[in-house]
């Protein structure tokens, strides 16, 4: 169950309206790794948990948490598009010139949402349900998590670097503290279901399943040996059961691949006609 409280989780008021920053505050609303990812994502991690219901809290917790976050992000751009140049905009449609000096601003803002965020991102690509992770699996799914919040961080902090605006620079921080957060708990979740499971996931798979002679080779596939020198390549493996090993040249494990010819009703090309 949810439930909805008026007061924004931290300020969202810009000094003065920008609408060219707020086309480009879409990225962290509705981008690959913007906050309706994560949102979802955590909150479809939290639905899907079964067995473990501290887990479960947590993402829980988390998911909701960045549902405040989305309202942020949509309220600074609501207010950086107050007295954005809509009579502009539509001269833009019919004016190349016009529209070259105002290709800055999103024109969705201004012909679908009514001054409003969109769920898409600053290209207005729409948001898509397949940037999430969900597997059923919690170390699997931590894992993505950190890297949704490593991603996001970097993208709110290029959008802090590219405005002079003291309130949004001001809410950017925020959330730059906030995905601090989140990555710090995500770091100290893997680290402690790696302590009970492992590091290699899934930890269920037998040796019987795993081909574990391939399982510790690193295979160069580059000119060069760089790969080769990286310190830890010399050392025992994560998962503390073997040594990595490096092979300069990689082998052929299988044989040259003979399909047989496709049915005549594919109207493919016909044996050997290419010697």
Known sequence: MFYHRKELQFEAMPEKPN??????????????????????????QGWNTRGNERYKDLLMDTGT????????????????????????????????AIGAIMSGMNPHHAIVTGLGAGPENSAGVPW??????????ILADMRANLNAESQGRLQVARLYEMTDDPGVKKMLSFLLARDTMHQNQWIAAIKDLEAKEGVVTPSTVTKDMEATEFSYKLYNFSEGEGSSQLEWMDGVTPDGAA??????????????P???PAPKYMHNTLPNQDK
């Open 19 to 44: 609408p060219v920053f707020a086309k480009m505050l879409q990225e962290v609303i509705g981008g690959q790794y913007g906050e309706m990812s994560v949102a979802m994502q955590y909150l479809f």
């Open 65 to 96: 948490e960045e549902l405040g976050h989305i309202e942020m992000l949509a309220t600074m751009v609501a207010r950086l598009l107050d007295g954005a140049p809509i009579d502009e905009q539509e001269k833009a449609m019919k004016d190349p």
């Open 258 to 260: 003979v399909l047989n």
């Open 128 to 137: 898509s349900g397949g940037y999430i992770v969900a597997s059923g699996n």
């Open 243 to 256: 040594e990595f090993q490096y092979e300069s040249t990689p082998k052929a494990y299988g044989e040259i």
